[in-house]
């Protein structure tokens, strides 16, 4: 499986947790998922530690208007 995406800085990131970088990632069949990156250190290298999710889609109240 390819998978194809791009990592941005992070401009709203206010804790730690919260990831360094962010972006768009999709496979080859075009199915779309969010990658984060967080920097990390040990032993003196430096790093990227990654995770990709499903996208952050908004909740929708009974009507199907976001909330």
Excluded: C, H
């Excluded at 290298?45 to 976001?66: H, I």
């Amino acid at each position: 499986m390819k998978l194809q995406g791009a990592l941005f800085v992070n401009d709203r990131k206010e804790k730690e947790s919260q990831p360094d970088y962010t972006g768009p990632i999709s496979d080859e069949s075009g199915a779309k998922f969010r990658v984060a990156a967080w920097k990390k250190e040990k032993n003196g290298r430096k790093y990227l530690s990654l995770v990709v999710s499903d996208l952050y889609k908004k909740e929708e109240n009974k009507d199907g208007l976001p909330f």
